[in-house]
């Protein structure tokens, strides 16, 4: 059984666990992807305890996602004028293609519904293969963007819609 844990911002050993957990699953999969160097810079500024803590002061709720007291993956994700952007969608490699993607993004629409939303946003790299996987789940890629995240980096993104 998979549930869905708030991360609690006041203790510092969730925010911990939380980092790790990121960092692992991100450096996994992004490492091969945009390179050790680029990513390390990517997990300092978006997945370090300092900015998770940053991200929670402006409005990023995290949730664990837990299979029988194992943390598999994590969400993040806001809520915008017009819409809900969902900033982290992960799973560990040994978890994928289980099933699980659907009950993520199903937790994200009630929480969409709640809020009154009936978009969700995102943004995934070019050459992510996890494309197919926001395509399987009803995203529609609305257009492409190129952001610039500082020291030379770019995050060259498609950018993806889900209607509830």
């Known amino acids: 059984m998979v549930t869905f844990r708030f991360l609690d911002s006041h203790n ?3 925010i ?3 980092s790790k957990l990121a960092t692992s699953i991100v450096r996994e999969h992004y490492d091969p992807l945009l390179g050790k ?3 390390d810079y990517m997990l300092e500024l978006f997945q370090s305890e300092r900015a998770i803590r940053e991200q929670i002061k402006h409005g990023y709720e995290y949730y664990f996602v837990d299979r029988c007291g194992e943390d ?3 969400i993040a994700f806001y809520e915008r004028e017009k819409d809900i952007y ?3 969608f992960y799973l560990k490699r040994c978890e994928r293609k289980k099933g699980y993607s659907k009950l993520m ?3 994200v629409i009630d929480k969409a519904e709640e809020k009154g939303k009936k978009t969700i946003e ?3 790299n070019k050459y992510n293969d996890a494309v197919m996987i926001y395509e399987k789940l009803g995203f529609v890629r609305v257009r492409d963007e190129k952001n610039d995240i500082g020291h030379g980096y770019y995050m060259d993104d498609f950018v993806y819609d889900y209607y509830l």
């Open 122 to 124: 995102l943004n995934v």
């Open 12 to 14: 510092d050993d969730e």
């Open 86 to 88: 969902l900033s982290k």
């Open 72 to 74: 598999i993956g994590f």
């Open 105 to 107: 993004l199903g937790f």
């Open 16 to 18: 911990t666990r939380m």
């Open 37 to 39: 160097e680029q990513n």
